[in-house]
C-alpha cells in the first residue's frame, strides 16, 4: 500500500497570504494525484487531478504541481472561504489511498 | 446536474448487515466508474472500494475485503455497497463518489454521505 505523507498537519494563515501544502507518497505514483477540500459538515470536494489540472469552476488562485513522489499545493491568496481541511491522494495504485490532511486556519 | 443521493445508512449491532444505495441523475452513469469512500467521526478520509463502469473491475481496501460487496444497477443509474460481518470501526459516514473518467481516478462529484453507526 502507497503511504502519503501530508505537511504540516496544521496551517495557520492570514487571509491574503499565500499557503503552500505539501504530500509526500511512499511510491512513485507519476501524476496520478489529487486535492480535495473539506468544510466541516460537507462532502470533499475536488480541487486539482492529474497533479495540476484545476477542477471545473476552481479559482486559479489554487495550483498543484509535482510528479512522482512529491507533490505541492498553493493558493495563492487565501481567502475566507478556504480556510478547510485539505486531503490528497494518490489514484496510481490500489488501494487508493490519502493523506490524513492539513487543516489550514485563520492566523 | 450531477446529483448522488446515498441511503440505507443507519445504526447496526455489531457482526450485523447494511445495504447502502446511491442514486445518480445529471451525467452517463454506465460509462463511469463508481467509488465509495468512508470517514469516521472526527477522522480523515478512507477510501473504500471502486467499481468500473460496466462492473467487471471491483477494487476494495484490506479492511473491507470480504465483508463488503461493491454493485451497480446500470438500467437504475444507482451504486451499492453490501456491508456484512460490521465491525465499530466501520462506523462512518460513507461517501458515493463519481470518477472523473474512467481513467482518471480522482472523484470530482460527491453525495452527502449516509451515516453508518455500528453498536450494541
Known amino acids: ?107 | 446536474e450531477v446529483q448522488l443521493l446515498e441511503s440505507g445508512g443507519g445504526l447496526v449491532q455489531p457482526g450485523g448487515s447494511l445495504r447502502l444505495s446511491c442514486a445518480a441523475s445529471g451525467f452517463t452513469f454506465s460509462t463511469i466508474a463508481m467509488t465509495w469512500v468512508r470517514q469516521a467521526p472526527g477522522k480523515g478520509l478512507e477510501w473504500v472500494s471502486t467499481l468500473t463502469d460496466g462492473g467487471g473491475g471491483k477494487y476494495y481496501a484490506d479492511s473491507v475485503k470480504g465483508r463488503f460487496t461493491i454493485s451497480r444497477d446500470n438500467s437504475k443509474s444507482t451504486l451499492y455497497l453490501q456491508l456484512n460481518t460490521l465491525r465499530a470501526e466501520d462506523t462512518a459516514v460513507y461517501y458515493c463518489a463519481k470518477d472523473v473518467t474512467n481513467f482518471v481516478g480522482a472523484t470530482d462529484y460527491w453525495g452527502q454521505g449516509t451515516l453508518v453507526t455500528v453498536s450494541s
Open chain 1, 1 to 107: 500500500e502507497i503511504v502519503i505523507t501530508q505537511s504540516p498537519a496544521t496551517l495557520s494563515v492570514s487571509p491574503g497570504e499565500r499557503a503552500t501544502l505539501s504530500c509526500r507518497a511512499s511510491q512513485n505514483v507519476n501524476n496520478n494525484f489529487a486535492w480535495y477540500q473539506q468544510k466541516p459538515g460537507q462532502a470533499p470536494r475536488l480541487l486539482i487531478y492529474g497533479a495540476s489540472t484545476r477542477a471545473t469552476g476552481l479559482p486559479a488562485r489554487f495550483s498543484g504541481s509535482g510528479s512522482g513522489t512529491e507533490f505541492t499545493l498553493t493558493i495563492s491568496s487565501l481567502q475566507s472561504g478556504d480556510f478547510a481541511i485539505y486531503y490528497c491522494q494518490q489514484y496510481n495504485n490500489w488501494p487508493r489511498t490519502f493523506g490524513q490532511g492539513t487543516k489550514v486556519e485563520i492566523k
